[in-house]
Nanobody
């Protein structure tokens, strides 16, 4: 079992920044990749960024150059640094951890970009 707890969401003005955190606990050694997804009202959940156990990262085209996924192995935490936020980035952001057998999800954290 893996438990994921997200934090760091909130209300920010367009052009602002936020950093989301996802703290993992439990069977962490079984995780081979972690992801950030988001879901805006009335839309499907979409993949935002990914980071493998080897440290390889990838980002959706819509956030490239603005968002950066990273991790701190000592803290078992994955981050999503979000800069130059736009209104269309408003969504609930979810952390996901994949093992060979199961995908785990956090509870989500709301990000609202508004003036």
């Amino acid at each position: 079992q893996v438990q994921l707890v997200e934090s760091g969401g909130g209300l920010v003005q367009p052009g602002g920044s936020l950093r989301l955190s996802c703290a993992a606990s439990g069977s962490i050694s079984s995780i081979y990749a972690m992801y950030w997804y988001r879901q805006a009202p009335g839309k499907q959940r979409e993949l935002v960024a990914a980071i493998t156990s080897g440290g390889t990262t990838d980002h959706a085209d819509s956030v490239k150059g603005r968002f950066t996924i990273s991790r701190d192995n000592a803290k078992n935490t994955v981050y999503l640094q979000m800069n130059s936020l736009k209104r269309e980035d408003t969504a609930v952001y979810y952390c996901n951890a994949n093992t060979l057998k199961v995908a785990y999800w956090g509870q989500g954290t709301q990000v609202t970009v508004s003036s």
